[in-house]
């Protein structure tokens, strides 16, 4: 068991540009989520995945904002078109959900985040 | 709407006081309420998780209670230690939607300082 894992842990990127971050969730872990954290903020929640269904989107997930985890491994978040106000940390974190229990007890483990600087 | 409030923003301790961290939530239709330690420019650990049905968590030097009916957390340390500096950061798990517990709703987090 290594975590949860994301790449890359730096972005920097000129406005305008597309970005892509990685997650490599705990291995036995079927829920997988990505969140955004700004400074001095908590993180807000984006998206997350039971499997490979996606089953709940944020409203702050605009629509240059894909995220993706195609054989409920590990997943992608892609940002399109970036903007300075897309600037945070991104984390990922992943539990694993009981089917008669969904995930009202089991933790939810946090990747190290993902810093996206847009310049 | 679900919100959640910590309350101070920011904490400066000596070492070895005990310490009180304060989480308070608008609807008490929640499935659990976790607390999380988070050093800066790093991740989330989990610390405690009390479901709903439950008043009290304890690991270590560190006691978590949960009063649903008046929204409101606390999150007791014991003997505090240089090490413990962090900010802290509950969240609820909100029942209104169907994923059962698959989104946390974070206050914005208690910075804690333990001088030596």
């Known amino acids: 068991d290594t975590g949860v894992s994301q790449d890359p842990r730096h972005k920097i990127t000129k406005r305008g540009q597309n970005v892509t971050f990685r997650c490599d969730p705990i291995?036995?872990?079927?829920?997988l989520y990505w969140y955004r954290q700004t400074l001095g903020q908590g993180p807000e929640f984006l998206t997350y995945?039971?499997?490979?269904?996606?089953?709940?989107k944020s409203r702050l997930l605009s629509d240059r904002f894909s995220a993706e985890r195609p054989k409920g491994s590990f997943s992608t978040l892609e940002i399109q078109r970036t903007e300075q106000g897309d600037s945070a940390m991104y984390l990922c974190?992943?539990?694993?959900?009981?089917?008669?229990?969904?995930?009202?007890?089991?933790?939810?483990?946090f990747g190290e985040g993902s810093w996206l600087t847009v310049v | 709407k679900q919100e959640v409030t910590q309350i101070p923003a920011a904490l400066s301790v000596p070492e070895g006081e005990n310490l009180v961290l304060n989480c308070s939530f608008t609807?008490?239709?929640?499935?659990?309420l976790q607390w999380f330690r988070q050093d800066p420019g790093k991740g989330l650990t989990s610390l405690l998780l009390?479901?709903?049905?439950?008043r009290e968590q304890t690991s270590g030097r560190l006691n978590a209670s949960l009063d649903k009916s008046s929204g409101r957390s606390t999150l007791y340390i014991a003997a505090s230690q240089p090490g413990d500096s962090a900010t802290y950061l509950c969240?609820?798990?909100?029942?209104?939607?169907?994923?059962?517990?698959?989104?946390?709703?974070f206050g914005q987090g208690t910075e804690l300082s333990v001088k030596p």
């Open positions: 995945f039971q499997n490979e269904a996606q089953l709940e």
């Open positions: 974190a992943s539990s694993l959900s009981r089917a008669n229990r969904g995930n009202l007890g089991n933790t939810i483990y």
């Open positions: 291995s036995e872990h079927n829920r």
């Open positions: 609807d008490s239709a929640i499935y659990n």
């Open positions: 969240a609820v798990s909100p029942t209104e939607t169907l994923n059962q517990g698959g989104k946390l709703i």
């Open positions: 009390i479901q709903s049905s439950q």
